[in-house]
């Protein structure tokens, strides 16, 4: 089974605080040996030895420094689906300026460095060398000190980042929908070949789902967003309303599960009404309607739902039994793939007239 790409902030690397920075340089540097040279006068060996804790702080701190820029994603080169969740999450304006600024340290550091080994060089005593040791320490300091509250948002942003879920937006993706306790998670571990991955979706109290599983179209991956896509719109927050807006990217088909029992705790209205939200929100992925548990629904039950709905075509499924997903996640398969393929538009009843609601 293919694996999840990953996401493309999952490997972000470590950010080190100021004080952090400065501890261990400053450890490291106390610790270096150079050669001993018998011959040479004791200047000559202070010399030898400041320089060599110069050099090794200002690589240490400038590395660890230029690693954290290099090593972040440039935004607008991620796909626009976690960009969008990127600048939700952090606020992308004020991670840029964040990393301008640890560059900027970075390069200062490296200037310093270059400036005193020039100056310990020239230095005519023991304690002249090691004055000049002191106070390249001391600049250094300095140059962190006014990066501290930068590395300590660069910090906050990475661990946030880290955690965004490994969705791969170029591989048709299937959003199972629908309130909670309808069994959307039942569904996606159902029709999953492997174990779904499960990970932090930031937005929520809960945690998305991603099911992968190859059908006769290829690859797809089937994701339950628990706490986002299972109630009313209109109680959601401006965060989750922003984070729900950020799947349209990765929303090339949708199944909408119903518990026509009611057994889920909420009445067939609000599901309905629910459904219609969800439908208003993502116009142009094709949507499935599905009454799951029809193991324990009545007749009666299924009517009615089909009398709500009006004429819409509507799979009757059992996530917990595995009655009718095989066809349904086949049938939501292939019209992942034809939206992708055909650069996020259908022709809805493509496929026979009320194919897709």
Known sequence: ???????????????????????????????????????????????IKEAARIQSVGDAIANRLEQVV??????????????????????????????????????????????????????????????????????????????????????????????????????????????????????????????????????????????????????????????LLDRPLHKRNKVELQAIAALRHISHSIIFLFDPTETCGYPLKSQVRLYREIREMFPKPPMLLAANKIDIATGGQLALLRQQLGDVKLWEVSALKGVGVEELIEEAAEAAASFLRKGGEVVRGDRGSGRYA
Not at 126 to 144: I, K, M, P, Q
Request: aromatic share 8%.
């Open 70 to 227: 290099k090593g972040t994603p440039r935004v607008e080169a991620v796909h626009p689906f976690y960009a969008e969740l990127a600048d939700l999450l952090v606020d992308v304006g004020k991670l840029k300026k964040s990393l301008a600024a640890a560059n900027w340290a970075a390069q200062m550091v490296r200037r310093l460095h270059r400036e005193y080994l020039q100056r310990v060089r020239r230095a005519k005593s023991v304690t002249e060398a090691r004055d000049v040791r002191r106070a390249f320490y001391g600049r250094v300091a300095s140059v962190l000190e006014q990066v501290s509250a930068d590395l300590e948002f660069l910090k906050r942003a990475f661990d946030a980042l880290k955690k965004l879920p490994s969705i791969d937006p170029d591989t048709p993706t299937v959003i199972v929908a629908g309130y909670a306790n309808v069994g959307k998670s039942c569904f996606v571990r159902s029709v999953s070949s492997a174990k779904p991955e499960v990970a932090t979706y930031p937005f929520t109290t809960k945690q998305v789902t991603v099911g992968h599983r190859k059908t006769s179209f290829g690859v797809c991956q089937v994701v339950d967003t628990p706490g």
């Open 1 to 47: 089974m293919q694996k999840a790409v990953k996401q493309p902030f999952s490997n972000l690397p470590h950010v080190w605080l100021s004080q952090e920075l400065i501890d261990m340089a400053f450890s490291r540097a106390s610790k270096v040996s150079v050669a001993r040279e018998a011959k040479l006068p004791k200047e000559a060996k202070a010399r």
